[in-house]
């Protein structure tokens, strides 16, 4: 267990909808992030947040948004849902985001279906 | 930009078989370079990394050693298993906006009894 907390498990909607995905980081961690995971694509970096501010950007599209708040839990949140967002998305944690050896934490993620 | 190249897979071995699995990097500045193993089911897990150049990093009998000259981290085992069935996937963090950790497509992996 890497005590990285993310829910829901599995997600279904249909195509427009928004969704919102939730993670909690381990214990005293400060920095999560945010990945995407597809076939077609790999492992894909969307975004960083350290103590509630955003810190590192990557291809995230302008239609998702994220943000974490003063408790550290931070949500994702996917809207004008499309067939091709549908994805596993994985949060992960680290204890502070500032040094390029910091190793991440990853939750078991949240299986997206856009139908 | 940094990216994060790795073979492609699947890769299928029989058990006690020699492993390898090529990762080749691009990045400036000096990253620090991590394998992560994502078993079914779950998030990924951090197996080893090394954080200068001839590092060697290693755990469960996975080595890998941080080539500058030839910006490589290629994962190596003796003698894998089982239980070693799972996907493979080479990273970088880099200082270049942010912290960020860039990962390779990843390497799946099969173990034959």
């Known amino acids: 267990d890497s005590g990285v907390t993310q829910t829901p498990k599995h997600l279904i909607t249909a195509t427009g909808q928004r969704v919102t995905l939730r993670c909690s980081p381990r214990s005293g961690d400060l920095s999560v992030y945010w990945y995407q995971q597809s076939l077609d694509q790999g492992l894909q970096f969307l975004i960083q947040?350290?103590?509630?501010?955003?810190?590192a950007k990557g291809n995230i599209l302008e239609r998702f948004s994220a943000q974490q708040f003063p408790d550290l839990h931070s949500e994702l949140n996917l809207s004008s849902l499309e067939l091709g967002d549908s994805a596993l998305y994985f949060c992960?944690?680290?204890?502070?985001?500032?040094?390029?050896?910091?190793?991440?934490?990853f939750g078991s993620g949240t299986q997206l279906s856009v139908l | 930009g940094d990216s994060v190249t790795q073979m492609e897979g699947p890769v299928t071995l029989s058990e006690e078989a020699f492993l390898t699995i090529n990762c080749t990097y691009t990045a400036t500045g000096y990253p620090s370079l991590f394998w992560y193993v994502q078993y079914p089911g779950e998030g990924l897990q951090l197996l080893l990394k090394a954080t200068k150049a001839d590092d060697k990093g290693s755990n469960k009998g996975f080595e890998a050693t941080y080539r500058k000259e030839t910006t490589s981290f290629h994962l190596e085992k003796g003698s894998v298993q089982v239980s070693d069935s799972a996907v493979y996937f080479c990273a970088l963090t880099q200082r270049t906006g942010g912290f960020k950790t860039i990962f390779g497509a990843g390497t799946r992996l099969f173990v034959k009894a």
């Open positions: 947040y350290y103590n509630g501010e955003e810190r």
């Open positions: 992960a944690s680290s204890a502070e985001g500032g040094a390029t050896n910091e190793k991440l934490f």
